[in-house]
């Protein structure tokens, strides 16, 4: 099939590669020229494993190729829409970039197709450009809702190997084409789930949400286990063993951030308050996740109450907002550096993919360093904070770990071993973790 796919975010891209991979032809369009001229290079500003390897053998076998040419793009038998929705001010998805590219599209089609969405959209949007294009078009263009559900550093594998594929449409040809779309890819295929396209758009919120809900409930048993003396390890494998509820997604630590569940949870939110139901389970989410790294801001603080912080330093291990990513959007690690900062003498820090991102978005801090690996100014630091549980942080030289002048580790993201810490003569300190 000859597929053209909008956005070259990690949706529109993960999405163009593994379909181009799968046997269509794919042309991928994004308005940023610097950024096509790079990927068709077979380069990409952004970390994601496998990715590159993708790009590159599907470019040179012609199945995959780039543009900013709507003209072009409209060429096609599907339009798969991966624009990017950030959060207004009110909470609700911004849909600007949306809009602009559905009139480019509309200016340029000059035959039916299907249009699919991928972008994370509020509830009735997808009923709403299939009454843009009734205005707008003479051509008949059927809109298929199919929310992506790709996490970022598993992306690929993701996207071919999917726990299911939500699709929203009504007619028949909508859904014979979506069988087509998905059948190179066998196992993709078997797990579609048809519904309207309200019930998708409502499918991925909940799911996001759901996910979010999870770890902020993981996080307030946190609190209780700290207040209690009970350990949070222990809780999560008894909790987490019954079938019904599951361990994934119940490890406590600073809370979650990314791209889609801050934004999300805000959408449900704004959405609540709009409609003036009660009882918003998800502010109360939210503010968890907000309180968590304050929690942890406070042990730090707790742990140097009696020496004056503006003497001490920090070495802060991981920036990006979860492992295999250099993506820091609303990254925890990132605001506590923004509040730690001002407080102490000086911050280390290192991460194995983020550290231009981060160097950008802490420009303004001037008591900070980047340094060239997790123990370059180990010696220079009081304390060590991890902040993202990437592997390489996982099994640390304690040799060297023992230079840290006020011997303390804060654990974040509750990853290391707290006996194997102390075993070294390092104090441990980490949320739930007793
Ligand atoms: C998420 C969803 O998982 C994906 O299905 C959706 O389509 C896009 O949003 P992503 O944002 O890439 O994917 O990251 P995810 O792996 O879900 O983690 C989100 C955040 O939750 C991270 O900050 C992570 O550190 C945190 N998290 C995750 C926890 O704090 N505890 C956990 O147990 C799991």
Sequence with gaps: MKISIIGTGYVGLVSAACFADSGHSVLSLDKDKYKIKLLSSGKTSIFEPKLKTLLKKNIKDGRLSFTTSFSRACNADLLILCIDTPSKKSGDPD?????????????????????????????????????????????????ISNPEFLKEGSAVQDFVFP?????????????????????????????????????????????????????????????????????????????????????????????????????????????????????SIFSVVEKINNQQYEIFYNKILRAFENSNLKNKSFFIWGLSFKPNTDDIRDSISIRLIKKLSPQVKHIYVYDPQAMPSASKSLSDIKNITFSDNSYHNIEKSHALVLCTEWNEFKNPVFKKLKNLKDKKIFDGRNFLEKSEVIDHGIEYIGLGIN
């Excluded at 559905?102 to 340029?108: A, H, P, T, V």
């Design 163 to 279: 726990s299911r594929i939500i699709v929203g449409c009504n007619s028949k040809a909508s859904k014979k084409i979506m069988k087509k779309l998905y059948a190179p890819l066998k196992l993709a295929q078997k797990k579609i789930i048809f519904m309207s396209a309200n019930s998708a758009e409502l499918t991925k919120y909940a799911s996001n949400s759901f996910l979010a809900t999870k770890i902020s409930f993981i996080n307030k048993i946190s609190q209780l286990a700290d207040l209690t003396n009970a350990n949070i390890h222990d809780i999560k494998l008894g909790l987490g063993s019954d079938p019904r509820i599951g361990e994934e997604f119940l490890n406590a630590g600073l809370g979650y951030g990314g791209s889609c569940f801050p934004k999300d949870i805000k959408a449900l939110i704004s959405l609540e308050k709009k409609s003036n139901l009660p009882f």
């Design 95 to 143: 849909l600007k970039n949306l809009n602009i590219a559905l009139r480019q599209i509309s200016k340029f089609l000059r035959k039916d197709l299907f249009l699919i969405i991928k972008s994370t959209v509020p509830i009735g949007t997808n009923e709403y450009i299939d009454d843009f294009f009734k205005k707008n078009s003479k051509f008949k263009v059927e809109i």
